[in-house]
T-cell receptor, first 113, second 110 residues
């Protein structure tokens, strides 16, 4: 069974440019999470989806960040415009229903110059 | 906001030594998970503990959930270089929400 797939793995952009990350969760997993992880720290939740509905986006900086999961499967996280402080690893995770176990993708490492 | 504090933040030991990593909070969690993360990869779930006082063993790793479900520990016996990585604890608030600790970076030298 394939794990959580993320692309791209690495992205380098200049500040003020837009960037998008894509995530395909494990087949059948209805809950999808986007996390931000700074170097040497634990992941911080940005947004959680139950199917296509965003049920917790309180930590998402909505002035520049947006996310969508239109068909309740794969998801896209966008930053526009990117700032220097957005440099981090963006992790996607998925879980199945009431199962608390989350499975993480390899992440996208974003560098904003 | 529920906070999880991990200690130590960094640990460098020789192969064969034992170590313990701690995860503490003032909040009660319905369950607590331990993850291990290697450079360039996402965290991988090691174990989930649910019951206060629960002890789970995974080969050389022993996980314990505090009686009050506010803290947990991870003990590694006879550490090996392959154990090197970032160890993360994460508390579940019973709402499909995980709060992660800051992590313990372990280096095991041969």
């Amino acid at each position: 069974e394939a794990g959580v797939v993320q692309s791209p793995r690495y992205k380098i952009i200049e500040k003020k440019q837009p960037v998008a990350f894509w995530c395909n969760p494990i087949s059948g997993h209805n809950t999808l999470y986007w996390y931000l992880q700074n170097l040497g720290q634990g992941p911080e939740l940005l947004i959680r989806y139950e199917n296509e509905e965003a049920v917790d986006d309180s930590q998402l900086p909505k002035d520049r960040f947006s996310a969508e999961r239109l068909k309740g499967v794969d998801s896209t996280l966008k930053i526009q415009p990117a700032e220097l402080g957005d440099s981090a690893v963006y992790l996607c995770a998925s879980s199945l229903g009431g199962d608390r176990s989350q499975f993480f993708g390899p992440g996208t490492r974003l560098t904003v110059l | 906001t529920q906070l999880l504090e991990q200690s130590p933040q960094f640990l460098s030991i020789q192969e064969g030594e034992n170590l313990t990593v701690y995860c503490n909070s003032s909040s009660v969690f319905s369950s607590l998970q331990w993850y291990r993360q290697e450079p360039g990869e996402g965290p991988v779930l090691l174990v989930t503990v649910v019951t206060g006082g629960e002890v789970k063993k995974l080969k050389r790793l022993t996980f314990q959930f505090g009686d009050a479900r506010k803290d947990s520990s991870l003990h590694i016996t006879a550490a090996q270089p392959g154990d090197t990585g970032l160890y993360l604890c994460a508390g579940d608030d019973a709402g499909n929400m995980l709060t992660f600790g800051g992590g313990t970076r372990l280096m095991v030298k041969p």
